[in-house]
Antibody
Framework: EVQLLESGGGLVQPGGSLRLSCAAS????????MTWVRQAPGRGLEWVST????????YYADSVKGRFTISRDISKNTLYLQMNSLRAEDTALYYC??????????????WGQGTLVTVSS | DIVMTQSPDSLAVSLGERATINCKTS????????????LAWYQQKPRQPPKLLIY???TRESGVPDRFSGSGSGTDFTLTISSLQAEDVAVYYC?????????FGGGTKVEIK
């Protein structure tokens, strides 16, 4: 059974940093691309970042480029999102998702429960 | 970026009746190399993460009831719930994975009339 367990969310001041983690199990982590998708309170879904499985290529939404970094530790089957220079508009529930293939040209077939990030003074 | 436009924003349907949700993309998501539409549908129930329903525009994910169906090609797509059940109350999103960034529609809230 595929499981994605996010952690690391919390309350942070504007300009601060957080690192989100996603522990993955139930599938071969190295074969699939992984993505972070966020959802602001009461709003829709927004893609944040993807890391491909084949060569580790990374992709970012313009809204987070230069501030967020996606990475993975294949020895721990864990996906990360380092978030720096956080802004109020980054406040959202952050979902870890597994793609159905190795790069971004695939759909999201499994989602975690999400971890809440609140940016506020 | 490919813009996804869903309609309606919300709809109320009687139990057992049909619900139809539309999704229009700003450019074709039909991949010519394999003649597949790179479009998915997700269901999000209150306080839950989204769940994949349909991929490649019309292929039901394993375990999804057959009252859910997807159709369309190119830029115009439809999600149909043939006979609405109480457990289908949710927000439904379309998403394209033809190009980067992947983009979502704004969502359609389905309620019971």
């Amino acid at each position: 059974e595929v499981q994605l367990l996010e952690s690391g969310g919390g309350l942070v001041q504007p300009g601060g940093s957080l690192r989100l983690s996603c522990a993955a199990s139930g599938f071969t982590f190295t074969r699939y691309a992984m993505t972070w998708v966020r959802q602001a309170p009461g709003r829709g879904l927004e893609w944040v970042s993807t890391i491909s499985s084949s060569d580790g290529s990374t992709y970012y939404a313009d809204s987070v480029k230069g501030r967020f970094t996606i990475s993975r530790d294949i020895s721990k089957n864990t996906l990360y999102l380092q978030m720096n220079s956080l802004r109020a508009e980054d406040t959202a529930l952050y979902y870890c998702t597994k793609l159905s293939g190795g790069n971004y040209l695939y759909y999201f077939d499994y989602w975690g429960q999400g971890t809440l990030v609140t940016v506020s003074s | 970026d490919i813009v996804m436009t869903q309609s309606p924003d919300s709809l109320a349907v009687s139990l057992g009746e049909r619900a139809t949700i539309n999704c229009k993309t700003s450019q074709s998501v039909l991949y010519s190399a394999n003649n597949k539409n790179y479009l998915a549908w997700y269901q999000q129930k209150p306080r839950q993460p989204p769940k994949l329903l349909i991929y490649r525009a019309s292929t039901r994910e394993s375990g999804v009831p057959d009252r859910f169906s997807g159709s369309g090609s190119g830029t115009d797509f439809t999600l149909t719930i043939s006979s609405l059940q109480a457990e289908d109350v949710a927000v439904y999103y379309c998403q394209q994975y033809y190009g980067t960034p992947p983009t979502f529609g704004g969502g359609t809230k389905v309620e019971i009339k």
